[in-house]
Every structure is written in structure tokens, then in C-alpha cells.
């Protein structure tokens, strides 16, 4: 991944913010046919310890957990928040006009390799961890125990649990930190204005990095 430095996210305490709050995640890997890419949530196994896990399961019918080399690595993508960035919105266009349209974004890249986890109990605690999570602040949060034994055991049957220990990991960060403070407080205004979730999100992220000390950068 193209990376400036200025956009560049290191912090493993930020890149686990990020892949919990948008677990939903787009793994690379290399098939019989080519590069494939699966949609999937994963859920990245609480702990500081040196060498972050991602788990998951997919349908047994998927050939990913069969086609995955070993020894290879796979590419795991988080898609934070983003957003379309209009240049009408820079402080510095009634002085200057020289401004362009860009696009805002936060992601993360993990690579690591794939092992198949078959075991019916580690998929059923994979499943029960990540409802857990995404259910977490529900008024009635739904549990792995509300469904019948039978019904689940039989699903849990049709797919696969994967596990990926994290080798390496980076984020990139494009939230406006290359423009002057002026623009950076009218990108705000302007998102704030929008009254979407999308816009919102933004909003914080542009803040936040802010307030951690983001250099102004050109380019």
C-alpha cells in the first residue's frame, strides 16, 4: 500500500480501534483461479501480546480455506470511515483557488498466514466472541444460547473456522492532516453540516488526529 509518511498509522492500540469497530473485512488471498477476495467478518482476539490473531469462519462450501497455501501469506483489509472531500469546502480556496477534490479514508492492511481451525468448539467460541462484541450496547443483546443447540450445532457443521496470526500490519490515515489548521477546521464544519453517519465518522477522525499531533504536511 502507497503510504506518505504524513498518513502513515503504526499504533497497535489505534489499528485495534479500527478492525473492532468495523470488523467486516475484505481477505486477499490466492486461489486456484487467481487472486480471490472473500467479504467476512473477523474478530481480532483481545490481548497486547506480540503477535495480534485475527479468527473467523467461512461456508464449508468456500474453497478459500482449502485453495490458501500454508506457507503464504493472505491480505486482510478494514475499511474505516471515509469520505469525498470537496475543494468548495477549503478555507484557502478564496485566497488562493488552488485546491482539488480528494478523497478521505482510514484503513488497515494485516497479512498473516491461514490455518483452518475444524474443531466444533473453536468455531462455536469464534461465533459466540464476535456476536458478543457486535451485539455489545444492544438494549436485549442476542446470544449464541437464545438460539436451540441442535439448530446451531447443525450450522456450525456447514462451515470452517479460519485463524490468522497478524505477521505484520500498517494503517493509513488520510484524514486531511496535508491541509493548513483553517481548512482542516472548514472540512469539519462542512462534515458536520452533511448530518450523515459517514459525515460524522469523518468528523471524528480528522479530530482525532489533531489532537494526536499530526504535523502539517504538503502535499
Known sequence: MYCPDPFAEIRPEILRALIQRYPLATLVSMG?????ANHIPLYLVPGEGPQPVLQGHVARAN????????????????????????????ATKAETGKVVP???????HAYGPLHVRGDPAWIRQQMV???????????????MEDAPRDFTERLIQQV???EIPISRWMGKW???????????DSVVAHLEQQKRPDSEAMVEYVLTSRKNGKKDHSG
Open 102 to 108: 480528494t478523497w478521505n479514508y482510514a484503513v488497515v
Open 160 to 162: 470452517v473456522g479460519i
Open 32 to 36: 486456484a483461479n487467481g487472486l480471490e
Open 174 to 184: 488520510k484524514v486531511s492532516q496535508n491541509q493548513p489548521l483553517c481548512n482542516r
Open 63 to 90: 474453497q478459500l480455506w482449502q485453495e490458501a497455501p500454508p506457507d503464504g501469506e493472505v491480505l486482510v483489509i478494514f475499511q474505516g470511515p471515509q469520505h469525498y472531500i470537496s475543494p468548495s469546502w477549503y
Open 129 to 143: 466472541a464476535l456476536t458478543a462484541q457486535q451485539e455489545n450496547g444492544f438494549t436485549l443483546p442476542w446470544q
